[in-house]
């Protein structure tokens, strides 16, 4: 099993810059991915970016790439998330997310993120125009 807890939202203006935090414990050692997603109020829960265990293979949704940067320290267990360049309507719940299986990874633009198995709690994200 692995817990993930979140933490780095808030609130800023548009324009501005936030870098989220997730640290995962417990059995991290066969994960095969993690990823950030998130949700608007109304919305239906989206990918945002993904990156494999090797720490080199990244993904992004269209609507952030070339603003968001994910990255992970695998020494010390934990996933980041820069954002810049906020939009108003990047204000969302971000989630981090992991999972064992490669197929879950595969997917993880899909469906949004129902095959990842562990979830943080999520944190609050505001840009305001």
């Known amino acids: 099993q692995v817990q993930l807890v979140e933490s780095g939202g808030g609130s800023v203006q548009a324009g501005g810059s936030l870098r989220l935090s997730c640290t995962a414990y417990g059995y991290t050692y066969s994960i095969a991915c993690t990823a950030w997603f998130r949700q608007a109020p109304g919305k239906e829960r989206e990918g945002v970016a993904v990156v494999y265990s090797d720490g080199r293979s990244t993904d992004y949704a269209d609507s952030v790439k070339g603003r968001f940067t994910i990255s992970q320290d695998n020494a010390k267990n934990k996933l980041y998330l820069q954002m810049n360049s906020l939009k108003p309507e990047d204000t969302a719940m971000y989630s981090c997310?992991?999972?064992?299986?490669?197929?879950?990874?595969?997917?993880?633009?899909?469906?949004?993120?129902?095959?990842?198995?562990?979830w943080g709690q999520g944190t609050q994200v505001t840009v305001s125009s």
């Open positions: 997310a992991a999972d064992y299986l490669a197929s879950a990874c595969g997917s993880w633009s899909l469906r949004g993120g129902t095959d990842f198995n562990f």
